[in-house]
């Protein structure tokens, strides 16, 4: 039931870009993104909805593909505050209830 | 600047005793949760409230802990007796009365560790 991240570890250097992807074995109601840097809690990035809302910060982009359960998490000119580990959460009905994925470790180089 | 508050931030304790980890959701806030994270099982759900109730506890085991709100500015997990493969960092998070975007907004963490 935990959905599935990939790649497991990425490493940019400044201004380079990255996807990240999160795959459900379930249908899905929402995907939530959160960014959580080394010995600090996880932090809201970006939630999308079923039917195409979203909600989240103006430098990051997301899709979500309802018929694939998939989404991915778009990281553009990439800067190092990005660096971090990511995480999807799942959400199967509208029930605030998350189910995190695997995580994505992101290291940005000057 | 709302947060959500968590104490202790760090605890050791011996195997057999009781622990108690305290968290203040944001005020406005009516919904909680509490969240286990290990490096083998990842960010886990153990429980969560909305409007002080427990919807869902299902990833708790149930032997051993039990989660409480007493009030809508206090939730309490608790561990008796703690064993050493309960050592994680607890998160406490908090989110707004339901709407389209149900965010949540995390706690600092309390880091235990059972010897």
């Known amino acids: 039931q935990q959905p599935v991240q990939s790649p497991q570890a990425v490493i940019l250097r400044e201004g380079e870009d990255a996807v990240i992807n999160c795959s459900s074995s379930?249908?899905?109601?929402?995907v939530h993104w959160y960014r959580q840097k080394h010995g600090e809690a996880p932090v809201f990035l970006m939630i999308?909805?079923?039917?195409?809302e979203q909600k989240g910060h103006e430098k990051i982009s997301a899709s979500f593909n309802e018929k694939k359960q998939q989404s991915s998490l778009y990281l553009t000119a990439s800067q190092l505050s990005y660096s971090g580990t990511y995480f999807c959460?799942?959400?199967?009905?509208?029930?605030?209830?998350?189910?995190f994925g695997t995580g994505t470790r992101l290291q940005v180089f000057p | 600047d709302a947060r959500v508050t968590q104490t202790p931030r760090d605890k050791v304790t011996e195997m057999g005793q009781e622990v108690t980890m305290r968290c203040q959701p944001i005020?406005?806030?009516?919904?909680v949760f509490w969240y286990r994270q290990t490096m083998m099982q990842g960010l886990e759900l153990l429980a969560y409230?909305?409007?002080?109730?427990?919807?869902?506890d299902s990833g708790m085991p149930k032997d051993r802990f039990s989660a409480e709100m007493p009030d809508a500015t206090l939730a309490t997990l608790k561990i008796q007796p703690s064993e050493p493969r309960d050592s994680a960092v607890y998160f406490c998070?908090?989110?707004?009365?339901?709407?389209?975007?149900?965010?949540?907004?995390f706690g600092p963490g309390t880091r235990l560790t059972v010897l």
């Open positions: 409230f909305r409007n002080r109730a427990p919807l869902d």
């Open positions: 998070a908090s989110g707004p009365p339901t709407g389209a975007y149900n965010e949540q907004f």
């Open positions: 379930k249908a899905l109601y929402s």
């Open positions: 005020l406005g806030h009516n919904t």
């Open positions: 999308l909805l079923k039917g195409g």
């Open positions: 959460g799942t959400e199967l009905g509208n029930t605030d209830k998350l189910i």
